[in-house]
């Protein structure tokens, strides 16, 4: 297969790129994949919402540009925070026109606080934002006939120089595992563009859906693109205790917003003994603090204490987390949430420049697994769809520019080699692995880190690593086996990036670095 731009991944970053560089110009070729149905993303499961300045009355992008820098703990890239705050505005108004509805009140925009932000400036749909603004994206989407959407489509690795035997220093494309095929197909293309989201799968807690998995960060680090602060994982304060589904459920920290409280295990109010501003404190601060209490206390989870919120502005905000926790047995407001922190979001990633170009040419990552600059050490809460937003449009127009003066596709691009069959007793050791690395990543990687831990960490990812390659080399490639590659590889990444750490910031914490 052949195409002008290959778009990988169907989040909010890779969808809205595509309408973006369609509108620019009609004539391009796009290509966009998903490795699930095209619903099936992070963005899909954003409950609290965007955060951007939109009651000059109150707000500023000064203050807002003030609250992202401080959450960030001097890591940011102030250039990229001020104009991703500015422009902001003007992309929130494009989702609007496509279609995307958030709450009201009074003919107003209703907007919410969430941690860290110094003014209320959160638009939400409910606490279903992102799955409103995935379903207008898919219907703005389907209807340009120049994106063609390819659903159950795996990348397992980037096309570069290594494949067609050059020296230029580009990426031509992707193979890709198909599904419906059976089979890896190349996708040659002039532009690649990675929004495959962030890798919280890497852990065992995680609020990220299992396309999680890190496959882009995976596949960037084998074709050696530059990659930066991927130590800085942020840690979800409240996911729910009980599965839903055998999945981990977020409790939107808009909740904390509209006024409830945390407390421990004894039922005591606790934040206020680590923070002045409480519960409405930046993640980092929350989740370790309730990782605090619940190591002095032995427990298993700290609450979230909701009852100064009615139940109809329950049933009105948060419908969903209303009806989920009831389908696990807690009536909401009298009952309080079991809760724990769980790996979240990838501040760091695939490192690009403002028009979201990475270090290898032809190659742009937009979303959660590029790196920035806005986040630094954290990330503000709601500001990650703002910064896909954001970053989708100035790449398409850069990338729109690079199609009108660069004509050349690679000709030379190899098949995939390597048939080979997959047999059941593979697939049993490919879970026992990913459950061991997941296992070693939460309890050795965590929210607080030890040198010790690290290096005993290190020691058992390589040996996941080598029987992972043992797997590889031996059998034919499925999807699994390909998450599994990609997901050691970044854990491995990770803990040597994090062992160069010598001073906590942001959501970063080695317990060694303060003595
Ligand atoms: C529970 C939850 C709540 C959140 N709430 C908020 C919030 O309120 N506000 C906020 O700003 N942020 C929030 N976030 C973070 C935010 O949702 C994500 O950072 C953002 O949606 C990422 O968008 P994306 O386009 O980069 O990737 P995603 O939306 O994750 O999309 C990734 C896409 O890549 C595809 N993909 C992955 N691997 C492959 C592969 N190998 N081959 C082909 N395709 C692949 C997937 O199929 C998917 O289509 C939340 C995240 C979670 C998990």
Redesign the pocket.
């Known amino acids: 297969m052949v195409s002008d731009v290959l778009v990988?991944?169907?989040?909010?970053?890779?969808i809205t790129f595509s309408i973006k560089l369609a509108l620019i110009n009609s004539n391009i070729k796009i290509t966009l994949?998903?490795?699930?149905n095209i619903m099936?993303?992070?963005?899909r499961?954003?409950?609290?919402?965007?955060a951007v300045v939109s009651n000059f009355k109150k707000d500023s992008f000064k203050k807002h540009i003030d609250d992202t820098l401080k959450a960030g703990a001097g890591e940011c890239n102030k250039k990229v925070v001020d104009f991703v705050i500015k422009e902001g505005s003007e992309r929130i108004r494009e989702l609007i026109l496509w279609g995307t509805k958030f709450d009201t009140n009074n003919n107003k925009l209703d907007l919410a606080r969430e941690g860290g932000h110094s003014e209320n400036r959160i638009l939400h749909h409910k606490d279903q934002?992102?799955e409103e603004i995935q379903k207008k994206l898919i219907e703005k989407v389907k209807s340009f006939k120049n994106i063609e959407i390819f659903e159950n489509?795996?990348?397992v690795d980037l096309i570069t120089d290594h494949h067609t035997k050059t020296n230029h220093n580009k990426c031509y494309g992707a193979y890709v595992i198909s599904k419906e095929k059976e089979e890896i197909i190349k996708i040659a293309a002039k532009v690649t563009v990675l929004?495959?989201?962030?890798a919280?799968n890497i852990y065992s807690h995680s609020?990220?859906p299992s396309?999680?998995?890190g496959?882009?960060l995976g596949a960037a680090y084998r074709a050696k693109v530059f990659m930066e602060n991927l130590p800085f994982v942020q840690f979800h304060p409240t996911a729910l205790y009980h599965k839903i589904n055998d999945k981990t459920f977020?409790i939107?920290e808009a909740v904390r917003g509209a006024g409830a409280f945390l407390r421990n295990s004894k039922g005591e109010l606790f934040m206020k003994k680590y923070d002045s501003r409480g519960e409405l404190a930046p993640r980092d601060i929350v989740a370790r603090a309730i990782q605090m209490e619940m190591h002095n206390l032995n427990s298993k989870y700290v609450y979230l204490d909701g009852s100064s919120i009615e139940r109809k502005n329950w049933k009105k905000y948060f419908p969903k987390i209303y009806s989920n926790c009831l389908s696990v047995g807690i009536k909401l407001p009298s009952d309080m949430i079991p809760i724990v922190p769980a790996a979240?979001?990838f501040c760091g990633g695939i490192k690009v420049n403002e028009n979201g170009e990475s270090s290898l040419n032809s190659l742009y990552a937009i979303?959660?697994?590029s790196s920035t600059g806005l986040h630094g050490a954290n990330r503000l809460a709601?500001?990650?769809?703002?910064e896909?937003l954001v970053f989708s449009h100035r790449a398409a127009v850069d990338v729109s520019k690079f199609i009108s003066s660069n004509n050349s596709l690679a000709f030379n691009v190899p098949s995939w080699k390597g048939e080979k069959f997959v047999s059941s007793e593979i697939i049993k050791e490919e879970n026992i692995l990913r459950k061991e690395l997941q296992k070693t990543m939460n309890n050795k990687v965590g929210i607080f880190k030890f040198n010790g831990g690290l290096n005993e960490a290190e020691n058992i990812v390589l040996n996941i690593y080598n029987q992972v390659t043992r797997l590889y080399n031996k059998n034919k490639l499925t999807q699994s086996l390909s998450e599994l590659r990609n997901m050691v590889s970044i854990s491995y990444l990770l803990i040597k990036q994090a062992q160069k750490i010598k001073i906590n910031k942001g959501v970063f914490y080695n317990v060694d670095n303060e003595k």
């Open positions: 990988i991944g169907s989040g909010i970053s890779g994949i998903s490795k699930s099936e993303t992070n963005t499961y954003a409950q609290g919402g965007i934002t992102g489509h795996t990348l929004s495959t989201g962030g919280g609020t990220n396309i999680a998995t496959d882009g977020l939107s979240h979001y979303g959660e697994c709601s500001n990650s769809l703002l896909s």
